[in-house]
């Protein structure tokens, strides 16, 4: 177990040595020691990836399985997503609901054949299990996976790259999901990720992790790349992160994440909040989840708060914000009122207590590159 300056214990990844000796410069996330760039530094690491390949640990994330028949309608009972209808060889992304129609986590779900498998957010794991685990009827059975790690490879010469390893990747359609022996180890790898490129998560059982890693590393144009790089890839992209842009107190409405709500769900209503977010389709929502392009190079962070022009009212706050090494400008994302969010509104951020001209503006600030 990593420990902090503050004495602070911390849990570790399986690849802990090897961010180690790469030069990560280790901090606290989700309770895991976790590197937040390496020597190349956050800029490099993050363009590298839009122009290469970046390798990143994502091992403090909750990787679980779900088994029995009534796996995919257990898990309906918890989230608006399509999960019956998911195909063999699918993944998709979900959101797992409040009663208020909040969004408790956001997830994803592939059907594996035989199982379904789930990643979740790191910050929430514990929760997010337990949540599961409650709705589950006799005969369907929730099994963590603490013994795997997991891990992305992104940009536009991943795929190109591992499939030297195992050509079969190479086939796999966006969001698609499949085993694969790579150098050895049986891999569960999906073309998916999130940093808005073409890429794949890779899940390896811990013990072979490090050894997989090296062999990615040795890989031409893959480069290690750490949590700062990945963080500023995703709001590029126009991604919510959970715990700022997403939480129980959003709607999938408020957050434009309505997408995430299959066809044959919005018939049925039977999901945890759909009263909430029925009238929110219905009557619009209060607030809605917009981009954000302030003026100049200064970047506004999470919190800002949100100002009309002219000295008007406060209209929301940023909850992602920093510099984009791709748009060679600083993004944000925030909420801000239904009437102030169309694409060109006039905003005005308030970073130290000065007004900060910015525009709402359309997401993603670059353009998805996935599979298609």
């Known amino acids: 177990m990593a420990e902090t300056l503050s004495g602070e ?9 090897l961010h180690r000796e790469l030069g990560g410069r280790m901090v606290p996330f989700a309770g895991y020691a976790m590197p937040v760039q390496y020597p190349a530094g956050i800029m490099a690491e993050h363009l590298h990836c839009r122009s290469a390949a970046a390798l990143f640990d994502v091992s403090h994330m909750g990787q679980a399985e779900l088994l029995g028949e009534g796996a995919a309608a257990a898990l309906e009972s918890l989230t608006p997503a399509d999960v019956q209808g998911l195909k063999p060889g699918r993944q998709r992304y979900g959101l797992l609901m409040t009663m208020t129609g909040g969004i408790f986590d956001d997830f994803m779900v592939a059907n594996l054949g035989d199982r379904l498998f789930l990643v979740v957010n790191a910050s929430r794991k514990a929760e997010d299990f337990a949540l599961i685990e409650a709705a ?11 013994d795997r790690a997991l891990v992305a490879l992104q940009g536009p010469q991943a795929v190109a790259g591992i499939a030297t390893l195992a050509p079969g990747i190479a086939a796999l359609p966006f969001m698609g999901i499949g085993t694969f022996d790579i150098a050895g180890t049986q891999a569960v790898v999906s073309r998916s990720g999130y940093t808005g490129e073409d890429g794949v998560e890779i899940s390896v059982p811990a013990d072979r992790a490090e050894a997989f890693c090296r062999a990615l590393l040795g890989l031409p144009g893959v480069q290690p790349a750490g949590l700062g790089a990945r963080d500023s890839l995703r709001l590029e992209a126009g991604l919510c992160l959970y715990g700022n842009d997403i939480d129980e107190t959003t709607s999938p409405v408020e957050a434009n994440l309505v997408w995430t709500i299959g066809k044959r769900r919005r018939t049925e209503w039977n999901f945890p909040g759909a009263e909430r977010v029925r009238e929110e389709l219905d009557s619009g929502a209060k607030r809605l989840r917009v981009g954000i392009r302030p003026e100049g190079r200064q970047p506004a962070r999470a919190h800002t708060a949100i100002h009309a022009p002219a000295g008007g009212g406060a209209l929301g706050e940023v909850t992602s914000g920093s510099f984009g090494p791709s748009v060679n400008g600083p993004v944000a994302m925030g909420y801000v009122a239904r009437g102030h969010a169309a694409d060109g509104t006039p905003l005005e ?7 900060l001209p910015a525009r709402v503006a359309p997401l993603p600030f670059t353009p998805h590159r996935y599979a298609r």
């Open 9 to 17: 214990h911390l849990l570790e990844t399986p690849l802990l040595s």
């Open 136 to 146: 589950l009827p006799a005969g369907v059975t929730l099994r963590t996976l603490p």
């Open 349 to 355: 951020l308030m970073v130290r207590g000065k007004p």
